[in-house]
């Protein structure tokens, strides 16, 4: 029979309470229950874990070839969030396991795919017309930064400098486009190159901060922080993260929450939060709308896929 290759498989919910029954000490025996998702989804898989009463969330990551992710990147994530929850920042955190490491892998038919089990984030997902919990967001995030700033990492990470932003992502986009949408590609490539050199002159002149760079959440999103009955946020969710500009952090969240085409009322009760605990240098300030073309730029190259459950023709919108 000849061998075949498996792209993407999903791993059964009970094969996976198995493995944490026999590698977890959770106070109680543990059942998983698959999250529902897209057919689609590029994202990692998740699953409800119930031990008892208590609930958590296992991961198990994608294997690492579309973003060359490695042991090293995983484990970046999981230590930086063990520091974050250490400080006191609202976060789902990673649960040790018997033996206390914070990553597991398993033999998937693809090849090897790591694991984790977080903590379980209470309440809902954030309503984007609370002025309210906008403020909390954008307060801690800020403090996220601030903490962050004294984390000695003792992993290495995928640097989301401009060339894994900018150069890598042009790169993917010009394979994929100019043959089939030369136009498209020629907007691209003019619009990323503009906001490469506002990047570049606002990163060498002489008001540029040494707190501008530093770890951040890489991909913070409405959907990633829940809100309790109190108003007590949680976030989670950071897969995307690893060191960067802390200004690009505030354009992913505002390109996803789409917070600029809203009322003023909410983008100011975002930054209120934000400069109440952090504010903001000129030059961060001035690179947002730069960083927000160059956000736009990644997310679609990063859905400009050739394999995968996607299939090569979903590409998002330019």
């Not at 689609?40 to 998740?46: A, I």
């Not at 033999?107 to 209470?122: H, K, L, Q, W």
């Amino acid at each position: 029979m000849r061998e075949i290759r498996v792209t993407r498989s999903f791993i059964a919910a009970d094969s996976l309470a198995d493995i944490l029954n026999d590698e977890y000490d959770l106070g109680a025996p543990v059942t998983c229950k698959l999250f529902s998702k897209l057919l689609r989804s590029q994202d990692n898989d998740h699953y409800l874990v119930m031990a008892g009463e208590q609930k958590y969330v296992a991961r198990i990551y994608q294997l690492g070839k579309h973003l060359k992710r490695n042991k090293a990147d995983y484990q970046y994530e999981l230590d930086w969030l063990t520091f974050l929850h250490q400080q006191q920042v609202p976060v789902s955190h990673p649960i040790p396991c018997s033996d206390g490491s914070l990553l597991g892998w398993l033999d998937a038919p693809e090849g090897r795919r790591y694991y984790t089990v977080f903590s379980f984030a209470p309440g809902i997902p954030m309503a984007q017309s609370k002025e309210e919990q906008l403020f909390h967001l954008g307060v801690n995030m800020a403090r996220i930064h601030l903490v962050s700033n004294s984390y000695q990492p003792s992993y290495e990470r995928q640097l989301m400098n401009l060339e894994f932003l900018v150069d890598k992502p042009v790169e993917r986009l010009t394979r994929f486009w100019e043959h089939s949408r030369a136009q498209d590609l020629d907007l691209i490539l003019f619009s990323a190159e503009e906001a490469k050199e506002q990047i570049e002159e606002l990163i060498s002149n002489e008001e540029v901060t040494a707190d501008s760079w530093g770890p951040i959440g890489g991909d913070f999103h409405p959907a990633s922080v829940f809100f309790s009955d109190d108003e007590h946020p949680t976030f989670f969710n950071f897969d995307l993260c690893g060191p960067g500009w802390r200004a690009y952090d505030i354009a992913a969240f505002l390109q996803n929450s789409d917070l600029l085409t809203r009322g003023e009322e909410y983008t100011e009760a975002f930054f209120a939060g934000y400069y109440s605990e952090r504010p903001l240098s000129h030059n961060e300030h001035a690179s947002i709308s730069a960083f927000l073309t160059i956000r736009r730029i990644w997310l679609t190259s990063i859905f400009s896929r050739e394999d995968g459950l996607v299939g090569h023709t979903f590409i998002a919108p330019a």
